[in-house]
């Protein structure tokens, strides 16, 4: 797990993306922003916590600026809740009962080792209410969804290097039509979208570590620094060396 405070000072609109392997727990601390998902849009406010899980296509755009702490929970770290169902986005407004139990999740995780944005692997860390809000994938049964499981693996092995729509559809042995219908429909963004999306997640856990936003690049199957530049400003609304200072310091 991990966590950072996260300031946007200015408009910005962010494409449609999602969180591959992560719970997303966002507690707004100031501004407001709108988010759009599955058709819907809503706007969040200070005190509205907002949790999104893996998978869940969405968008927002910040009309002037926006301030917020957020959680990120590795999905390997989700429970079974009571009624056994899944839970979707959730949006709690004014959700004073919640922000003690926040503040303290994120304390102890800041503090694991000193740093603002630090990981720590226990479950036990997380707070019972809010383990009901991670649970488990279902399993993959249908064709169509052993289809996008291999397919979500071979992005996850490979996003380094470019992936033609060709290798996708000689992989499922689907046409390349009928492949990016059915990615798009399930997964909510088109193929390479997500393999735009996978890069910029991949980058920002490259940049806790690393010092050379060249080398994370590199890692992550750009083409060289500008490249990468661009397109991280667009999808995270900052440059790499914004982001860096706020997860490192």
């Known amino acids: 797990m991990e966590c950072a405070t996260i300031y946007y000072d200015k408009k910005h609109y962010f494409p449609m993306h999602l969180h591959p392997d992560l719970y997303t727990f966002s507690y707004i601390l100031g501004g407001g922003a709108d988010l759009m998902c599955k058709d819907s849009i809503f706007t969040l406010r200070p005190n509205d ?58 304390e102890s995780i800041k503090n694991s080792d000193g740093t603002n944005s630090s990981t720590i692997k226990s479950s036990d860390s997380i707070p019972e209410v809010f383990k009901r809000f991670l649970v488990p994938n279902k399993p993959y049964s249908t064709h169509s969804e052993m289809v996008l499981r291999k397919t979500l693996t071979h992005f996850e092995e490979n996003y380094d290097r470019p992936i033609l729509l060709e290798e996708l559809s000689d992989i499922t042995c689907l046409s390349e039509s009928h492949f990016q219908r059915l990615f798009k429909k399930n997964i909510g963004i088109a193929p390479m979208r997500y393999l735009l999306n996978l890069r910029i997640e991949k980058a920002k856990e490259y940049i806790k570590s690393e010092e050379s936003f060249s080398d994370v690049a590199y890692q992550t199957g750009f083409y060289d620094q500008s490249h990468f530049n661009r397109y991280f400003k667009i999808n995270v609304g900052m440059i790499p060396k914004r982001y860096a200072d706020f997860v490192k310091v």
């Open 49 to 106: 916590l907002v949790i999104i899980p893996p998978y869940m296509a969405h968008q927002s755009w910040v009309e002037g600026f926006f301030h917020y702490k957020v959680i990120r929970v590795p999905k390997s770290h989700s429970f079974i809740n009571d009624s056994n169902t899944r839970w979707g986005l959730t949006i709690i407004q004014n959700c004073f009962s919640y922000k003690e139990h926040f503040d303290q999740w994120f």
